[in-house]
């Protein structure tokens, strides 16, 4: 009787693929936190990636430096008017934010769901987290990644208002003497500025992993907090709410603002249409900016702490 046939089994090969552990360098954590700012920071203006991620910051960015731009375009014909008393420039360093700063917020809508909310929907983490980076580091980078785009933005039409006035002066180095005194203060200014919009856009967004909702409640926020502080504000004049007025610290345009009033020193405007209480000096913006910086940090750093990884 005939043994069953049985599947004939190939005979197997070991090849030696010559694998060889890794001799270079260890950079370690700092430098593994490093290269993941320089990614966020190029991810935030869509570097490396498809033209269309670079559409919303540039053209964000070119929407608000626009009027900075037109007026170093007529920035002859504006200095004759300020000589003969008939005009005076429309944007200055301390109030250009205050007048555009729909276009700073959109940027912060639009980037910094991009920068946190991918990786949680994709389950991204765990390849940061098991290398040297830890949650803090993560956490940090991204922070201070959208902390700089955001200073570039704002900073931009500073240096276009720096150029324009230098150009209306017929002694170019004299005026550029002249003028970087009065520029000097929108350095700190848009620096603080940046870190506290980056600080509020990232808690925010980090509690979502899709980008949509995070970019609706991020909008929800800075309409919120810059209109209902300010209509229990109205309301409580007339009641007299001796604690109303506290209440427009909490609002994150208008606090940016009288900010930088207060390093330009300018004094702040207290009529109603501009809706700064009579009873609050810059000081107290500047102190509230701060504490919300420290506070919203320490909400994105308790989210990535408690964050599944």
Request: aromatic letters at 14%; one cysteine or more; a positive charge.
């Amino acid at each position: 009787m005939n043994a069953p046939n049985r599947a004939v089994i190939p005979a197997g090969n070991i090849y030696d693929l010559g694998y060889r552990h890794y001799e270079g360098k260890r950079r370690g954590r700092w430098y593994a936190a490093w290269s993941l700012y320089v990614e966020s920071v190029r991810g935030v203006w869509g570097f490396g990636r498809p033209m269309t991620a670079k559409a919303a910051p540039f053209i964000l960015l070119g929407l608000y430096a626009f009027p900075a731009l037109i007026q170093i375009a007529f920035a002859s014909v504006i200095s004759q008017s300020i000589a003969e008393g008939r005009a005076s420039n429309l944007f200055a360093y301390d109030n250009y934010y205050a007048r555009v700063s729909f276009f700073v917020v959109l940027f912060c809508v639009a980037q910094a769901p991009e920068l946190v909310c991918r990786d949680q929907r994709y389950h991204v983490l765990p390849l940061y987290f098991t290398r040297a980076l830890s949650r803090l580091d993560y956490a940090f980078a991204r922070l201070a990644a959208l902390t700089t785009a955001l200073f570039v933005v704002l900073a931009l039409p500073m240096i276009a208002i720096f150029v324009g006035d230098v150009l209306m002066k017929p002694d170019t180095l004299q005026a550029i003497g002249d003028e970087w005194p009065k520029a000097l203060p929108a350095i700190p200014a848009c620096a603080l500025s940046a870190v506290s919009l980056a600080s509020i856009s990232l808690a925010l967004s980090a509690f979502s992993p899709r980008r949509a909702y995070a970019a609706i409640g991020l909008i929800a926020y800075f309409l919120l907090m810059e209109i209902v502080p300010v209509v229990i504000y109205s309301v409580g004049k007339q009641a007299d709410w001796t604690w109303a007025d506290k209440l427009v610290l909490l609002t994150p345009n208008t606090a940016l603002a009288a900010v930088a009033d207060w390093f330009f020193g300018v004094s702040l405007i207290t009529q109603g249409s501009e809706g700064y209480p009579p009873t609050l000096g810059s000081d107290a913006y500047v102190v509230a900016v701060v504490a919300s910086v420290f506070v919203f940090v320490g909400i994105l750093l308790f989210r990535y702490r408690r964050v599944q990884a």
